[in-house]
């Protein structure tokens, strides 16, 4: 096949492979971008305009206290997670993080049902209680880790 | 010729980056929960002395009429050292400090007071984060301006800096009033 | 004392950097050879003064001299010595310092050894390098002085508990000799840019530094995987987090790089784009740590940014870059077209590479920023695997193709009917392995291509030393081969790990019995320890795999008091054939303990492979530095030679 072309074509071969591929990663990237980004909900939005259940999606608020319990398998909790407008059931399953209990605040990632239950796969609680100043801030792999999983 | 055409492109990516991270840092990102208690009656509570030092605080010491900074705190937090110098400001200044030390132990807190400084006329001991989390506060150091009736007024979230600390004192002319 | 002395080291050093450039500038100009002889001594100057700076802070941090603001912050008297240390570089002005020692310390090492290039080249790159490194400098001396003094000295705060891994203390010093290693790529680029001297040799000179680089990135980045996946707890070695991506990103660029510069160095062709290449792997090292630096990403603590600093970093960006990225729109037409070469052959294989890679940097890089961008509209999101994983395997899969057969392919052009025999053999094995596993197993889609590339790639690696001489071939070759594989060995961890790893989660009661896999873990207790700084639950499990010998685990819940936080221990078991990973939880009222236990068959070829592409690196590496010293021997014999017949 090479010797049909001449080196120039060859040339124009491979800038026209590579100008499709970066414009098929571009047109790729913000396609799947737009389609599995996982939003961030507060309960009020989650319950005014609920997700499809497909879709992974982030809810965050505060465990409302009382709302607490623990099935009899020891691993599934259910709990209400609240903003002081609307409130959302929650169910996980899985070894809570350290510092989750009731009335701290928390990030579920997870699927929202058509019944109207959040169904999370993981949970992210506060870690660090400190609010240290920016410029005090070690980022260090671990601690970025730590923030993110403290906001979002 | 097609490659600086291309490059050009590239610059202007970039010059579009550059905008954003410029934006961005103009407006840093406020994720601090604020308290859904502002502008309600603390809750009724009663914590017991946190070191032999200061008597322990209640809701009543926050209803008699006068307004009161109170500051959530903790020794092991280092920012909560950091503000002390701006609290010891606020005591010269006449504000009347009170305090609630987080799950901490009475031997760190006396070596906090010996270190740092100990502004406050009485201080609640918080074990397990009860009144934290009553108030709505989500960190160590939190302020709050509490009126004469108990209201909470103003919440202000992280360590105090020199330059919060008119803003405080006028809040606190304010609650007065 | 100490601290004055490393600042007054720190500020002589900015001063000489400051010579440097000026030095390279006007030595640029005619006339100004004599002041261009300044450069190379005024970098190797610089490289020591700045190092002494940092030993001088290594030196506070490790007698916790406490009335430096930084030590007081940030170290704890009761820290064991090699945290005490690591604290040094734990902390943001520490590790600025770290990354302008680096970038001192390699700028004084070109200077001192590289000889082969034209000297108005080298004294144009070592001005760009003085430039860059002026710039941290300022940046440090001005917004960020690690040896501030504190008016009251207080008591250490400690460094925070996860920290507390010997681990983690020697991994972002590996992460910067990566990050800091490219500049010197970018240094030669932007000094080739300026003297229009884009050559083989130029290729030649800069290839053992982003081999280096790329080497310490490699290892920083398996290394802190490992680290994420054992000390997290959460099963998972990869989480498409700023942080990871921020180290991924220079790396796909320099992958990318150290190919491209192969062509340049073996066929005078790619010339523009091997330099904007070098211009962009140094860029994303920039890039990536400021987003993960400047918290623009990941901020939680919103009050207290400091905008100055942030501001500092990004102008220094804006100049690095953009005036790099402006000198090449403006220089790059001038540089004559390379040497031509066919699509089938070694260099479009490699262009293909090229291509690919960009394309996958591309995609972390809009998968990063992504939430930057919605931000800007007042929406919140968060980007995680369900979008980098398939995206950027649609490009990597193609490339591994590429990769399995272009080796074999001969430079400038070739025919597809001479590489017929492997070709088909590599196939066949591709179709063996795919109808295998699609009929045994029955797995999903990406894993099976997965598994089935993984063995293509295997077997291809080796064909380049078909019909050679093991003996007589030289290092990089085998280098080449080394890492090749290791790709296939880690890609076939990722991919039986995501396969076929399974999962117990459930709440145990002691002297219970739970299957995960193969494996029988009877829960035997749960015991109270106390360490120096930290109590926790230690659970005692007891291991058998198809009811052989017991092992013994220890999953550990960690209570630490100062600051107070709990962190989870896991504890792994490895066999040959995989990890018993176990985590333990709280107790329930019941009296029952939470366990979560997971067989992960292969797990351990993800870093095993992570390495031998990093081996494979130091091998080509060790061949090039081997060769071009045997070279640097014999023309100065030669040399020598001709003195003594010329004196005869």
């Known amino acids: 096949m090479t010797a049909g072309f001449k080196p120039k074509h060859q040339r124009l071969v491979l800038v026209v492979l590579a100008l499709v591929a970066i414009l098929a990663a571009g047109a790729l990237a913000a396609w799947a971008l737009k389609n599995q980004a996982s939003y961030f909900y507060i309960p009020s939005q989650i319950v005014a305009n609920p997700p499809d259940p497909d879709r992974g999606v982030r809810l965050g608020g505060m465990v409302k206290a009382g709302s607490l319990k623990t099935a009899a398998d020891g691993i599934t909790m259910h709990f209400v997670v609240d903003d002081g407008k609307a409130q959302v059931p929650v169910t996980f399953a899985g070894i809570a993080p350290d510092l989750f209990k009731e009335g701290s605040g928390v990030v579920a990632e997870g699927h929202m049902m058509k019944d109207g239950t959040f169904v999370a796969d993981n949970l992210l609680a506060k870690h660090d209680e400190n609010y240290v100043p920016r410029e005090l801030q070690d980022m260090s792999k671990q601690q970025a880790r730590q923030t993110v999983a403290e906001t979002r | 010729m097609s490659g600086v055409r291309w490059s050009l492109w590239v610059l202007a990516a970039f010059a579009a980056l550059l905008g954003l991270f410029a934006l961005q840092l103009s407006r840093p990102k406020d994720d601090t929960v604020p308290s859904t208690m502002v502008g309600k009656t603390i809750p009724a509570f009663d914590l017991p002395a946190a070191t032999a030092q200061n008597p322990g605080l209640s809701s009543a010491d926050l209803t008699n009429g006068q307004p009161h900074l109170l500051n959530v705190f903790a020794s092991w937090c280092v920012p909560c050292a950091a503000e002390a110098p701006q609290l010891a400001e606020l005591q010269r200044e006449g504000a009347p400090l009170v305090g609630v030390a987080v799950r901490d132990q009475a031997d760190d807190l006396a070596a906090f007071y010996q270190q740092y400084g100990d502004p406050f006329s009485r201080v609640g001991a918080d074990k397990v984060s009860q009144l934290q989390f009553l108030i709505g506060s989500s960190g160590v150091p939190e302020i709050y301006v509490v009126d004469g009736h108990g209201v909470i007024r103003h919440q202000h979230i992280g360590m105090v800096r020199p330059e919060d600390i008119p803003d405080l004192l006028s809040r606190l002319k304010g609650a007065r009033g | ?648």
């Open chain 3, 1 to 648: 004392m100490i601290a004055e002395f490393g600042l007054a080291a720190l500020w002589l050093a900015a001063a000489l950097a400051a010579l440097q450039l000026i030095a390279a500038v006007l030595g640029q100009r005619k006339g100004g050879e004599t002041l261009a002889l300044l450069v190379r001594p005024a970098a190797v100057a610089q490289a020591l003064l700045c190092g002494l700076a940092f030993l001088m802070l290594l030196w506070v941090f490790a007698r916790t001299d406490l009335s430096v603001l930084l030590v007081a912050e940030n170290s704890n008297a009761q820290s064991p010595l090699i945290f005490k240390i690591a604290g040094a570089w734990g902390n943001h002005e520490g590790s600025m310092l770290l990354w302008v020692t680096i970038m001192a310390a390699a700028g004084g090492l070109i200077a001192l050894i590289e000889r082969r290039l034209p000297e108005r080249t080298m004294s144009a790159t070592l001005g760009a390098q003085a430039f860059v490194t002026f710039g941290f400098y300022t940046f440090i001396l001005f917004a960020s002085n690690p040896f501030n003094r504190l008016a009251s000295a207080p008591q250490g705060g400690g460094l925070n508990p996860l920290l507390q891994d010997p681990g983690l203390a020697f991994h972002p010093p590996t992460l910067y000799c990566g990050y800091v290693g490219l500049s010197i790529a970018f240094s030669f680029a932007v000094g080739a840019l300026l003297t229009r001297q884009v050559t083989p040799e130029f290729a030649r000179v800069m290839r053992p530094w982003i081999l280096g680089a790329w080497i310490f990135l490699t290892i920083g980045i398996t290394a802190g995987s490992y680290w994420s996946y054992y000390e997290l707890g959460w099963g998972g070695w990869w989480f498409w987090d700023p942080v990871e991506n921020a180290s991924l990103m220079p790396w796909l660029a320099a992958t990318a790089l150290f190919h491209s510069v192969s062509v340049l160095a073996s066929r005078d062709a790619l010339r523009t784009w091997t330099i904007m290449l070098g211009v962009v792997a140094f860029s994303m090292s920039m890039i990536g740590t400021f987003l993960v630096r400047s918290g623009i990403l990941t901020s939680v603590h919103a009050f207290a940014v400091d905008p100055t600093r942030g501001m500092f970093i990004l102008v220094l960006l804006a100049i690095n870059i953009g005036g790099a990225l402006a000198l090449f729109a403006v220089r790059a037409g001038t540089i004559a077209e390379g040497e031509r070469f066919s699509a089938l052959s070694r260099e479009g294989a490699l262009v293909i590479n090229n291509v690919t890679l960009s394309a996958v940097l591309g995609i972390v890089l809009l998968g990063t920023l992504y939430p930057l961008v919605t931000e800007a509209f007042g929406v919140r999101v968060s980007v995680g695997p369900p979008y980098f994983n398939p995206v950027s395997a649609i490009f990597v899969f193609p490339m591994l193709v590429v990769l399995a057969v272009g080796p074999l392919l001969r430079w400038r052009g070739d025919r597809l009917a001479r590489i017929k025999t492997p070709a088909i053999a590599v196939a066949a094995v591709g179709l063996a392995a795919l109808l295998a596993l699609w009929l045994i197993a029955g797995i999903a889609f990406l894993e099976l291509l997965g598994l089935t590339l993984a063995a293509v790639v295997a077997v291809a690696a080796f064909l380049p030393l078909r019909g050679r001489s093991l003996k007589r071939l030289p290092l990089p070759v085998w280098g080449m081969c080394v890492a090749h594989f290791g790709i296939a060995v880690a890609l076939f961890g990722m991919s039986v790990d995501s396969a076929f790893t399974v999962e117990t989660l459930t709440a145990a009661s002691v002297g219970q019995t739970i299957d995960v896999g193969p494996w029988k873990v009877r829960l035997d207790a749960v015991e109270p320890v106390a360490g120096p700084n930290w109590t926790a639950l230690s659970g005692r499990l007891s291991a058998s795999y198809h009811g052989g010998a017991e092992h013994e685990l220890t999953p550990m819940s960690r209570t630490f008091w100062a600051p107070p936080q709990t962190t989870s221990e896991s504890a792994l078991l490895t066999r040959w054939n995989g990890q018993l990973y176990t985590v333990i939880g709280e107790g329930t009222p019941d009296g029952r303990w939470q366990l979560r236990l997971w067989w992960k068959p292969f797990v351990t070829c993800i870093w095993l492979g992570g390495f031998l592409i990093a081996l494979g690196g130091f091998l080509a590496l060790v061949g090039r530095v081997s060769v071009d010293v045997r070279r640097r021997v014999a023309t100065r014999k030669i040399a020598a030679r001709r003195a003594e017949m010329a004196a005869v």
